[in-house]
């Protein structure tokens, strides 16, 4: 294990809270991050907060999964699982988490047009990308492609979600959106469309016709990867969208 110095043993210029102060928090490593909001090491061998730090995210490794990953949706009880991890620890960093998380869902919408799947991947991924359940959501554009918003329409377990077509355009006409992407993830990380996949694509294509609302896209979204079925296949050449 390495960092068991205490941190008021290491020269001025390499502790990470004057580091940060001195060159912002981008250069600090996520156990460096971690150790500020520790303040004080614990744990196995007494490590510094540092090697606490980094003691927890290998931990979090164990679950084979990117340990950030981990952290979106840990609960206190995990943490306080890991030794040198207590209560007021534990909540810390749950404070931190969700307030990262609030920053982020408020950050303000970009009137960018959304013209490839990579971008309405990002705009959807606080929502779908790393959930533990499935979700359906929708993307609401206006006529020049410009994001009016973002909306889950129905969670589902860990395995499937449940989403009809009336509920999807009743929030798509509700928005006032002219156009619209529908998206959903797959725990899994497996981004390949399933034949539920293709069927619903299928009856929303139709759908959109009718309605005279260009569906542009259907994405599928899971632990860092997406896929456009518009790409992989021959749906909306089965039904022009006039987009």
């Known amino acids: 294990m390495?960092?068991?110095?205490?941190?008021?043993?290491?020269?001025?210029?390499?502790?990470?809270?004057?580091?940060?102060?001195?060159?912002?928090?981008?250069?600090?490593?996520?156990?460096?991050l971690i150790a500020i909001l520790l303040g004080t090491g614990q744990g196995p061998g007494?490590?510094?907060?540092?090697?606490?730090?980094q003691y927890l995210l290998q931990e979090l490794s164990k679950h084979q999964r990117d340990p950030l990953v981990v952290l979106r949706d840990v609960s206190?009880?995990?943490?306080?699982?890991?030794?040198?991890?207590?209560?007021?620890?534990?909540?810390?960093?749950?404070?931190?988490?969700?307030?990262?998380k609030r920053v982020f869902q408020s950050r303000p919408l970009d009137?960018?047009?959304?013209?490839?799947?990579?971008?309405?991947a990002a705009a959807l991924s606080q929502d779908l990308m790393w959930q533990t359940q499935e979700r359906f959501a929708v993307l609401l554009l206006d006529v020049k492609n410009r994001l009016l918003g973002t909306q889950v329409i129905?969670?589902?377990?860990?395995?499937?979600t449940l989403a009809s077509p009336r509920e999807i355009f009743r929030e798509v006409i509700r928005q006032g959106a002219t156009r619209v992407i529908v998206a959903h993830n797959h725990p899994s990380g497996n981004v390949e469309p399933s034949p539920q996949d293709i069927d619903l694509t299928r009856q929303l294509?139709?759908?959109?016709?009718?309605?005279g609302i260009p569906l542009l896209d259907h994405l599928i979204l899971g632990n860092g990867n997406h896929q456009s079925l518009r790409e992989i296949t021959q749906l909306w050449v089965e039904f022009p969208q006039g987009d």
């Open 154 to 160: 129905t969670i589902g377990t860990a395995t499937e």
């Open 46 to 53: 007494k490590l510094s907060a540092v090697g606490l730090g």
């Open 111 to 120: 009137r960018n047009p959304i013209e490839s799947p990579a971008a309405a």
């Open 76 to 100: 206190a009880q995990e943490l306080m699982q890991i030794e040198g991890i207590g209560p007021a620890k534990a909540t810390t960093i749950l404070a931190a988490i969700e307030l990262g």
């Open 2 to 32: 390495t960092y068991c110095l205490r941190i008021a043993d290491l020269p001025t210029t390499e502790r990470p809270r004057e580091r940060l102060m001195a060159n912002g928090s981008k250069v600090l490593a996520t156990a460096e």
């Open 205 to 211: 294509l139709a759908g959109a016709q009718f309605l």
